[in-house]
């Protein structure tokens, strides 16, 4: 599947997953559950793989291996959608991952090539996985 087939079929995952948190409600531990989850690599790999990105992401980024840190750095000087709408949370990040690949902001990771972004989710969920 091409990047950009992969963007305009999440964006029918995102208003799903809008619609649950909907009807669930949102603590702000679920809303940094959802900084933490790369919506979009989520689609076409599975959560071992996320989790093993996650590692390597740590490893190679020792600096970086704290939860504090990496939402700091994921957020940067933005503020994430004060809404506790799951969908506007994976837009923006959606929206700030393919600013990395327009701006080349990416690392190779496992054999991935990822936005700044995605790796950097993909080592928070590690993190608060453990």
Known sequence: MKRREFIGLS????????????E???SSNKINKLIAEPALL???????NILEIGDKYLQDFPEEKNESVLETL??????????KDARLIHSYFDSKSRKDFENGNTVIVSGWIL??????QCALFRLMEK
């Open 42 to 48: 989520s689609h076409i790999t599975d959560k071992k």
């Open 24 to 26: 669930t409600g949102c």
């Open 74 to 83: 994921l957020m940067e000087k933005e503020s994430v959608p004060d809404s």
């Open 11 to 22: 964006a029918y995952t995102m208003t799903a997953i809008g619609l649950f948190s909907a």
């Open 115 to 120: 936005a700044r972004t995605e790796a950097r």
